[in-house]
């Protein structure tokens, strides 16, 4: 008999495993979602004793991070990283100032993107080939995904097959892979049992190990070799060459773990929770207007931000059930978290990776979206991935937006210091915000209007004081809330004239009561 397997290793171990100039691909998401931090804290230490690992480029799909030590945050040093690949960098200040001042070659992908890319590498395909992307900032006639003047090199070119124009991104040897799980054996085979997601565990460790380089785990403890069960290892050991195990592992940055947002306990008879109704203030009154697109079973995703509202709502009404509710993370169902721990479910009733869920996307599943906005154009163009200068991503946006049947961006009409006046079916705005939402021409295309148009999607941009809905010639203002000004209020507060073939028809005003379930 040969020596028994051991790829149980010291973190200073597995950090030695990763070479200098190479792809480092990080799984993870917002609020410590499977994010690999012991992993990533040691490369980070032996980078800062020795000067090693330097030059990689890092990938990562999601934001990771707290905004000052964990995540992508490990790997914000001059010299450690020559290029990033992000799809969302706000987890990370000081990446997003080292992308600004030229310090790194900064490129931003969308997260599907990235995760179905990770798939193409590791199955030796010549990358992924997409329409995902067309006509938004990634396109190579835009801006090809790049965020600054250090971002030369074409990372995704423009192809035409069968008379159809596709984005193919380009595939890249992956050097290491940093996983997180809940349990390993020596053998290296990786169980998720207890954590929030499995994301794209499985594609960064196929892209790293079939690229020749090297695929790292983290885990909170080590089992005996068949304590998880076949059909519980997500990533095979074959696949995985040194495991960390940290028994202070965390679930996510809350306090304590929680097993109903693994999916560990049994969702029978588990009545989701119902939030405390919030004030009615403008996130509660684009709620409502928002939820009024709603259709019994329709298959769902709310994006960060605003949106997380209508999903509020919906449990205060207590109807989580009578749509099927996705995040783009992997998950359906159940009851949906917020703020830094976007991406955990309570309680949901079906998990997959993320890849997979992108790929229901990209073919169309989704019935119905409900996306932010932080700028609108006059071609219907939207813009979330960068703000005021900011390099921001998309994240899950643009795979998101451009596939759903029907997207509903919600947003207040302005922004920073605008001020309003509600109840008793009626809207006023006491203090007019010092941001324009609505501009000429926004700075970044996350949501390109005319890729909308030639797809047949319906669009709708839902504020508190206005809702416009995009036609073939442009955005039509279409409805404005009881008490506005249609000149004052909204015309003269935007960037643009919109369309108005007819007088604008009023909001609901139910929409504008007290009633803390708001209007049906």
């Known amino acids: 008999m040969g020596m028994a397997r051991n790829k149980i290793v010291s973190p200073s171990a597995a950090s030695a495993l990763v070479p200098d100039g190479s792809a480092v691909c990080v799984t993870g998401g917002g609020g410590g979602l499977v994010e690999p931090d012991t992993l990533l804290a040691a490369i980070e230490r032996r980078f800062l004793e020795t000067g090693q690992p330097r030059d990689l480029t890092l990938v990562h799909a999601l934001g990771l991070g707290d905004r000052d030590r964990r995540g992508v945050n490990r790997f914000a040093h001059p010299g450690m990283v020559r290029r990033v690949i992000g799809g969302h960098w706000v987890w990370s200040p000081r990446m997003q100032q080292m992308a600004r001042s030229e310090e790194i070659e900064a490129y931003v992908f969308p997260a599907g993107v990235i995760t179905q890319l990770m798939r193409e590498i590791g199955a030796g395909r010549p990358g992924l080939i997409t329409h995902v992307g067309l006509g938004t900032f990634v396109d ?17 070119e423009r192809i035409e097959i069968d008379g159809r124009s596709l984005l193919r991104y380009r595939p890249f040897p992956v050097g290491a892979a940093c996983l997180r799980a809940s349990f390993a054996d020596r053998d290296g085979n990786l169980c998720f049992d207890e954590e929030g997601a499995t994301l794209d565990a499985l594609s960064l460790a196929l892209a790293a190990h079939n690229s020749g380089g090297k695929v ?17 290892v997500r990533v095979p050991g074959a696949l995985v060459d040194a495991v960390v195990v940290d028994p202070a592992q965390r679930q996510s940055y809350a306090p304590a773990a929680d097993p109903t947002m693994s999916g560990a306990l049994p969702a029978l008879g588990s009545e989701p929770r119902r939030p405390e109704p919030g004030p009615l203030d403008a996130r509660q009154l684009i709620a409502r207007r928002a939820a009024r697109e709603l259709r019994r ?56 990776d993320s890849p997979s869920q992108f790929d229901f996307y990209s073919g169309g599943g989704l019935d119905l979206a409900f996306l932010g906005m932080g700028e609108v154009d006059r071609d219907g163009n939207v813009n979330v991935s960068k703000l005021q200068g ?10 998101i937006a451009q596939n759903a049947a029907k997207v509903v961006f919600c947003g207040t009409f302005e922004a920073k210091g605008s001020r309003l006046e509600t109840g008793r079916g009626h809207l006023r705005v006491t203090r007019y915000g010092d941001v324009r939402k609505f501009v000429g021409k926004v700075a970044q295309i996350t949501f390109s209007g ?71």
């Open 140 to 156: 190579p006639r835009i801006e090809g995904g790049k965020l600054n003047a250090s971002a030369v090199e074409d990372l995704v």
């Open 216 to 232: 790292l785990a983290q885990v909170r403890e080590e089992v005996e070799r068949g304590a998880v069960p076949a059909r519980s």
């Open 297 to 352: 079973d329709a298959v769902l995703n709310y994006g960060f931000g605003i949106p997380d509202a209508v999903a509020k709502l919906v449990a205060l009404r207590g109807e989580v059930e009578a749509y099927y509710q996705t995040i783009e993370h992997g998950t359906f169902g159940g009851e949906l978290l917020d703020g830094a721990l976007f991406g955990f479910a309570r309680n949901p009733r079906a998990m997959i």
């Open 450 to 520: 005319r890729e909308a148009i030639r797809s047949g999607q319906e669009v709708l941009y839902v504020t508190e004081r206005a809702v416009l809905r995009l036609s073939p010639a442009g955005p039509v203002l279409e409805e404005v809330a009881p008490g506005i000004d249609i000149r004052a209020d909204v015309l003269e507060r935007m960037g643009f004239l919109p369309l108005m073939p007819r007088k604008p028809g009023l909001m609901d005003p139910a929409i504008f009561t007290e009633d803390e379930r708001g209007a049906p």
């Open 390 to 399: 900011v390099p921001v991503g998309p994240g899950g946006f643009i795979d």
